[in-house]
């Protein structure tokens, strides 16, 4: 190093095993380098994943596995960094697919600005969807048991004294919960339709009571409400299956191969209507959460939109309750 200093390289070598929830332990581990050297932190496994990777980075921690991905920081110095390479086949361990409707249902709650800063425990998640409008199947005890500790695994949650937990980490859970999604669960439609905006607000303002909860903005058109980032030509709502027939002639709304102006989205799962956005004069816009992830998976500038979201929605919401 320039004036004669030296830089050391700690490197704590852990196992397949070592979660994310166990960095904590680390984040002060001291590394006796000498009165002149830098001292550098390593982390060494066989395979790291994506949120160790961010933790170590969030931490100033580098690190490397077995595969060859890296990255190698001496400050001013040195970087290392390289990602593209396949992960070593390690067995398979057990843990929640944040990517089923179920645990997408136990995500949105945790998520939901209006349920920032709340304190759950197992039992109260089962039971929080019995008051939800409208009704949304509650995932079993078993499963939210799996999921939950998954997620405390994972570094997203915090233990609290008897046995209740609370979201410690917003962000890092909404981006696991992005690159699991299944947008392409849900059926889209594409439509022609002739209304001016204000016949159309009005007809979907009296379509709404006959759907019970069950129609709703989405993707592009609830992030114009909610975040005004994009705009774009299309209409874009969630509708329960058993109505699209109905809407369709509310609407008078014709079906098209090309040119559409309208996209019905069919939902693969009721849990879409979770927690709607509701306002004045309007139809109910999709959850912000909601909104985020199938903007994520949009094309035509979703992820600019969804970073809107989560930047003027999502994280003023969560920091409020911190």
């Known amino acids: 190093m320039p004036g004669n200093r030296k830089a050391v390289l700690c490197v704590e070598c852990k196992t397949a095993s ?25 982390l060494a496994m066989p395979r790291i994943s994506a949120r160790m990777a961010a933790l170590c980075q969030a931490h100033e921690w580098s690190w490397y ?27 398979r361990r057990a843990g929640a697919n944040l990517g ?14 209006e349920n920032a800063g ?4 197992q039992r109260e998640m089962v039971a929080h969807f019995a008051d939800n409008a409208p009704a949304i199947r509650a995932p079993s005890l078993a499963l939210v048991n799996k999921i939950v500790q998954h997620l405390r695994d994972q570094a997203f949650l915090t233990p ?47 379509f709404e009571p006959e759907a019970q909860g069950r129609l709703a903005f989405a ?11 994009v705009r774009q030509p299309r209409m874009w709502l969630y509708v329960d299956p058993r109505l699209e027939s109905d809407l369709q002639r509310a609407l008078e709304a014709k079906p098209v191969d090309s040119g559409e102006n309208l996209i019905v989205l069919l939902p693969g799962d009721e849990g879409v209507f979770y927690r709607p956005d509701s306002g004045k004069n309007r ?22 939109a969804a970073e809107a979201i989560l930047l003027q929605r999502l994280e003023p919401a969560w920091s409020a309750a911190r």
């Open 18 to 42: 070592f979660q994310p929830s166990q960095f904590q332990s680390l984040v002060d581990r001291q590394c006796a380098a000498g009165r002149k050297a830098i001292s550098i932190r390593i």
């Open 65 to 91: 596995d077995l595969a060859g991905n890296c990255r190698l920081e001496i400050p001013g110095v040195l970087l290392i960094e390289r990602s593209c390479r396949a992960p070593a086949k390690m067995p």
């Open 100 to 113: 089923t409707p179920e645990a997408a249902s136990v995500v949105r709650a945790l998520l939901a600005p």
């Open 118 to 121: 709340r304190r759950w425990t």
């Open 160 to 206: 609290l004294p008897n046995r209740g937990f609370r979201i410690s980490d917003h962000v890092g859970l909404l981006k696991a919960w992005r690159d699991a999604y299944r947008f392409d669960r849900h059926t889209a439609r594409s439509y022609f339709m002739l209304l001016h905006t204000r016949v159309l607000q009005e007809r979907l303002r009296a």
């Open 219 to 229: 993707v592009f058109s609830a992030a114009e409400v909610q975040a005004p980032a």
């Open 283 to 304: 139809i109910a816009c999709t959850n912000p959460a909601q909104t985020y992830v199938d903007l994520a998976h949009s094309r035509g500038r979703g992820d600019e």
